[in-house]
């Protein structure tokens, strides 16, 4: 649930003093009461936002349920937090974001949508064609747009696959430096850099770097981020935040889990 006083876009694009941490949860993965239990731990141990999405197949009603678990169990902690003079109610106006393969990963009881361009994608699809079909939709029910460019950058994994990117090497910091300026001029606030999910190997710092040259563009660095050190490789390079999901999906429990993002937020 994100706060009254602002729009999740201004809170995603605030200035920060640390890289924040998103937890990225695939509804695909997991059943919607699991999911919330995880959102909870993730918010406990610091992350600033949910993202829910990640695989491609999966159906609406999937995707609901699981936002509306985890923002259910977030009102339900707002007020347990009201009630309690230690607490800080703030803690859990996180927002629920969803973070979509395509226009059949959408719900209602999202905050927000990163809605996406992948600009180095060789389908009409994925740069402008899912964008059509789930458009009305989020007008509709309100969901708010986070205009997001979307660059998928070696090794890729199955976003890169699927979404037949060009994909960004290692040693391309001029042609990430182009896509940023150009996301910037359509006017997307945010950049989103992705090595692709459970990569074996981070977006390079180099591309990170590069990117961050760009001003008034928030950058959003994901995949293949497992520990601390990644973590703080890209944060370092410029990340505004840092997304994690496989770390999260093979947790062996909920301790593990805890363990994990709170080693990670610790060096942000
Ligand atoms: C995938 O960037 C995210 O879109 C997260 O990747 O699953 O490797 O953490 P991981």
Not at 16 to 27: A, E, G, Y
Not at 134 to 154: H, I, N, Q, S
Not at 214 to 222: F, R
Not at 227 to 238: D, F, H, R, V, Y
């Amino acid at each position: 649930m994100r706060r009254a006083d602002a729009t999740t876009l201004e809170y995603v694009t605030s200035n920060s003093q640390n890289t924040r941490h998103i937890t990225l949860i695939d509804p695909a993965k997991q059943d919607p009461n699991t999911a919330a239990n995880r959102a909870m731990v993730a918010v406990e141990c610091g992350s600033s936002m949910i993202f829910v999405g990640g695989s491609t197949d999966t159906p609406d009603e999937v995707v609901h349920a699981t936002c509306q678990a985890i923002q259910e169990a977030f009102e339900l902690r707002t007020f347990a937090a009201s009630q309690d003079p230690e607490s800080d109610e703030s803690q859990w106006q996180i927002p629920v974001v969803l973070f979509p393969g395509g226009a059949h990963a959408l719900s209602p009881a999202a905050d927000a949508i990163t809605f996406m361009m992948l600009m180095n994608s060789n389908i009409r699809r994925f740069l402008v064609g899912e964008q059509i079909r789930g458009a009305p939709y989020l007008e509709k029910f309100g969901v708010e747009a986070l205009p997001t460019g979307y660059l998928v950058c070696a090794p890729g994994g199955r976003v890169g696959e699927v979404g037949e990117a060009e994909l960004i090497q290692p040693e391309d910091s001029d042609l990430v430096h182009a896509y940023a300026l150009t996301a910037r001029m359509f006017g997307f606030k945010i950049l989103y850099l992705e090595a692709g999910s459970g990569a074996d190997s981070q977006v390079h710092p180099r591309l990170i770097e590069s990117a961050r040259t760009v001003e008034n563009l928030t950058l959003v660095v994901g995949g293949g981020i497992r520990t601390p050190e990644q973590a703080a490789l890209a944060a370092q390079a410029g990340a505004d935040w840092i997304v994690t999901g496989t770390l999260t999906e093979d947790a062996a429990d909920l301790e593990e889990l805890r363990q994990r993002i709170s080693g990670i937020v610790s060096v942000l």
